[in-house]
């Protein structure tokens, strides 16, 4: 049975009926209700681990996958990632990779309601996102900062932007960064710093990273790079107010065209 094939012809009804111009979601239900009418089986929302060089740094849900195993009808199953978009792109099909070696099914595919239905199948990735664990490496004494830049970059290249839009607002940059530090040997804590009035605690203030060598560091998102200023202003502030000599923000990229920085503050 060639279950692309299926889901396309599928999915093209819904279309349709539908239209153009929905978000993800109702593309998603009424997927679901024609494959069910057509009788080809599927699984909704499989929750998975998502891993990062054999960690776990989040959870995640597949929107659909062709073919389980539970239906016993042979063959392989294949997940399906759903888009509302224009055109595929490669963070699209990184999405589907990370899910795909985290599921460990081999095969993949990204559908996408725009104008027409879009499909492209996904290879799943042989060495670039591996589900063995690995170990720390043996260091010598680094740069904070270009050690900083160089793991976000490598935890940035192995997700791909999609994440960062990720369902329910889970996010694994930080645990995946958190990783990539300790597999660098560099050790670090969470920082969660009370703020008082008149001896009572009103609030906490986090930081993501707290170093031994009295630097602190946090993760944020953004869109444009003046952006940037408001941010290090506020992460400045903290930072004074705790007594913390140095301070580095860690900047990862919501557009296509950003790029991964890391400011000291």
Request: proline content about 3%.
């Amino acid at each position: 049975m060639d279950w692309l094939a299926e889901v396309k012809s599928a999915a093209e009804e819904v279309l349709k009926v539908l239209g153009a111009g929905y978000k993800e979601a109702p593309y998603e239900e009424a997927l679901a209700h024609e494959l069910r009418i057509r009788k080809i089986p599927y699984e909704r929302q499989r929750n998975f681990e998502i891993l990062y060089k054999g960690y776990r740094v989040g959870s995640g849900r597949a929107d659909l996958i062709i073919n389980p195993l539970w239906a016993n009808r042979g063959g392989k199953e294949l997940v399906l990632e759903l888009k509302a978009v224009k055109s595929i792109t490669e963070s699209h099909k990184r999405q589907a990779q990370v899910y795909m070696v985290s599921l460990n099914i081999d095969e993949g595919a990204v559908l996408s309601f725009s104008d027409k239905i879009l499909l492209e199948t996904v290879e799943r990735p042989k060495k670039s996102l591996a589900i063995e664990v690995v170990k720390p490496k043996k260091v010598r004494e680094q740069e904070l900062k270009k050690t900083l830049e160089r793991c976000a970059q490598e935890v940035y290249d192995y997700f791909g932007k999609e994440f960062i839009y990720r369902e329910g607002g889970e996010k694994p940059f930080p645990e995946a960064i958190s990783v990539e530090l300790r597999l660098n040997g560099i050790d670090f804590s969470r920082g969660n710093y009370d703020i008082l009035y008149k001896g009572h605690k009103i609030v906490e203030y986090k930081f993501d990273f707290v170093f031994k060598n009295e630097a602190v560091a946090n993760l944020v998102y953004y869109k444009k790079e003046e952006n940037l200023a408001e941010m290090k202003e506020e992460f400045d502030f903290y930072r004074k107010l705790f007594g913390i000599k140095r301070g580095f923000l860690i900047a990862i990229p919501e557009g296509e065209k950003g790029k991964v920085l890391v400011e000291a503050v």
